[in-house]
């Protein structure tokens, strides 16, 4: 009753078209979620997102849960998880996301999800990092660890959005490094990130994690840009 009377004078909007929410609805509306444009990338192992990395770096296999199109519901969904604190965002999109993965689970076993890391200083500028709860999500429904702590970013640099496509490329080898004992020795990582754009920052992530013995490399991650 009490939190009828609170959505009542304050009702909570969906986070991907700002409408208000009705009772039944959980962070975005029936419209929103109906709407995602999703990718169905996990049923195809040579997608669009795998191509990415194709003759670059060795992954065992890459997808994204949905299309990011600019000022559309997912670019919506990102921003206020990524700047607005709506890390429950996150979480919704890993439970949503780990049905799919479950089945690809079986023939590819995970070890351990590994979040592309923010450097301290951008982390405690934002105070998260927005692919946490995601992580988390996906480390629940497929009972595996998540670890924050052997990929390491040991430079700061500039938001990647906001730079050209050579730029973003620019010294990414230089920026990631690894911190592992021989319980890494020969696992199956599952990197994750929010929005796959170009791929450099993961190509570079990968072949940090890839200097592990053993090592190998799938990703996956909320969004793809979409062109």
């Not at 959505?7 to 609805?25: D, I, Q, R, V, Y």
């Not at 419209?31 to 990415?52: D, G, S, V, W």
């Not at 998880?81 to 993965?101: A, F, P, R, S, V």
Request: include cysteine.
């Amino acid at each position: 009753m009490f939190n009828y009377i609170i959505n009542l004078f304050f009702p909570k909007a969906c986070a991907g078209c700002h409408s208000f929410l009705m009772a039944n609805e959980i962070i975005i509306c029936t419209i929103c979620r109906h709407e995602m444009p999703l990718t169905q990338y996990y049923l195809n192992p040579k997608n669009e997102a795998f191509k990415k990395f194709y003759g670059k770096i060795e992954v065992e296999h890459v997808s994204a849960f949905l299309y990011f199109n600019k000022k559309g519901i997912v670019q919506e969904l990102i921003h206020n998880l990524k700047y607005k604190g709506h890390q429950n965002i996150g979480t919704m999109l890993g439970q949503w996301y780990i049905e799919d993965l479950k089945e690809l689970e079986l023939a590819l076993p995970f070890d351990i999800v590994i979040p592309v890391p923010l450097h301290r200083k951008k982390f405690n500028e934002r105070g998260y990092n927005q692919v946490t709860t995601f992580g988390l999500a996906l480390s629940e429904g497929l009972n595996i660890d998540y670890n924050d702590s052997v990929l390491i970013r040991t430079r700061y640099s500039k938001t990647q959005s906001k730079k050209n496509l050579l730029g973003r490329s620019e010294g990414l080898s230089e920026i990631f490094d690894v911190s592992f004992t021989d319980t890494e020795h020969n696992k199956h990582f599952l990197l994750i990130d929010d929005v796959i754009t170009t791929g450099a920052t993961l190509e570079a992530c990968s072949r940090a994690l890839l200097k592990i013995p053993g090592a190998k490399i799938s990703i996956v991650c909320m969004a793809m840009a979409h062109s």
